[in-house]
T-cell receptor, first 111, second 113 residues
Framework: QKEVEQDPGPLSVPEGAIVSLNCTYSNSAFQYFMWYRQYSRKGPELLMYTYSSGNKEDGRFTAQVDKSSKYISLFIRDSQPSDSATYLC???????????FGQGTRLTINP | KAGVTQTPRYLIKTRGQQVTLSCSPI?????VSWYQQTPGQGLQFLFE???????NKGNFPGRFSGRQFSNSRSEMNVSTLELGDSALYLCASSEGSSYNEQFFGPGTRLTVL
């Protein structure tokens, strides 16, 4: 079993929809949680960064962490075709630089 | 600030050869991490360097090695290339303290024939 599980999709939604992306994990030592967006043939781009449990909002993006359930989510409101990409969750422990990634979810927003 | 840069962007090698990839981190960042990305395994951590010292290492064979220079630039080397080494190799930099935000470069696409 992988330390971080993420549904690879693909996920296809109409423009303007609310998108929900999720990851589960098994290592209770994880304390830092990130979401990256990766366009085809590009490197991952950091979208959201959260420490421990709670919510964080940045524009159309909201990240949620529930450490008791070992579950993290990314919500995208008013989705745009330019949001079409692969979304990767990543996490790490206190003081560590080693990120453990989910498989990534391929998302397509249809105009 | 300029982002993370990686050279070369594309590389084609044959089995048995060796290859060296280069990474220049964001100015002021002292930590450089390397990752391998493949369709089957996703993104996997190779190793991390901080102040010219390897601080963390992933589960890869000894054919994969790296180093960091005094200006924080880093190189990774893969010796005796195998077909399975074909992948996107990504470099990420961070300040290196307990604050862990990592910023990725565009990657080097390695194809082994």
């Amino acid at each position: 079993q992988k330390e971080v599980e993420q549904d690879p999709g693909p996920l296809s939604v109409p423009e303007g929809a609310i998108v929900s992306l999720n990851c589960t994990y098994s290592n209770s030592a994880f304390q830092y949680f990130m979401w990256y967006r990766q366009y085809s043939r590009k490197g991952p781009e950091l979208l959201m960064y959260t420490y421990s449990s709670g919510n964080k909002e940045d524009g159309r993006f909201t990240a949620q962490v529930d450490k008791s359930s070992k579950y993290i989510s990314l919500f995208i409101r008013d989705s745009q075709p330019s949001d079409s990409a692969t979304y990767l969750c990543a996490m790490t422990t206190q003081g560590a630089q080693k990120l453990v990634f989910g498989q990534g979810t391929r998302l397509t927003i249809n105009p | 600030k300029a982002g993370v840069t990686q050279t070369p962007r594309y590389l084609i090698k044959t089995r048995g050869q060796q290859v060296t990839l280069s990474c220049s981190p964001i100015s002021g960042h002292r930590s450089v991490s390397w990752y391998q990305q493949t369709p089957g395994q996703g993104l996997q951590f190779l190793f991390e360097y901080f102040s010219e010292t390897q601080r963390n290492k992933g589960n890869f064979p000894g054919r994969f090695s790296g180093r960091q220079f005094s200006n924080s630039r880093s190189e990774m080397n893969v010796s005796t290339l195998e077909l399975g080494d074909s992948a996107l190799y990504l470099c990420a930099s961070s300040e290196g303290s307990s604050y862990n935000e990592q910023f990725f470069g565009p990657g080097t696409r390695l194809t082994v024939l």
